[in-house]
């Protein structure tokens, strides 16, 4: 199992964009996935998660400015981030728990950078 995330960019502060992050592969179900995100030095922190069921959970810092949801029948999942800032610059990550026929474990994406600047 894959997973490819997308939707990064140069956005000006104030600005919003939309990550994706989309996997593949045969017979897999996806359990929680994360949206995390690190910047040069220091550790990759995580920004959002969502269940399988749709229950979410956020970084208090981004709270009322990013949103997670999923897709299950396209086995996706995004973050619309709106009212962005300079610090929210970062590469962004997502990670999942896949399960397959045969075990469980974390997959992740590649990450995909999104710089806020004016």
């Known amino acids: 199992v894959q997973l490819q995330a997308s939707g990064g960019g140069l956005v000006q502060p104030g600005g919003s964009l939309r990550l994706s992050c989309a996997a593949s592969g045969n017979d897999f179900s996806i359990a929680v996935v994360g949206w995390y995100r690190q910047t040069p030095g220091n550790q990759r922190e995580l920004v959002a998660a969502?269940?399988?069921?749709?229950?979410?959970n956020y970084a208090d810092s981004l709270k009322g400015r990013f949103t997670i949801s999923r897709d299950n029948a396209k086995n996706s999942v995004y973050l619309q981030m709106n009212s962005l800032k300079p610090e929210d610059t970062a590469v962004y990550y997502c990670?999942?728990?896949?399960?397959?026929?045969?075990?469980?474990?974390?997959?992740w994406g590649q990450g995909t950078e999104v710089t806020v600047s004016s």
């Open positions: 969502i269940t399988s069921g749709g229950s979410t």
């Open positions: 990670n999942a728990m896949v399960i397959t026929t045969t075990k469980v474990a974390a997959v």
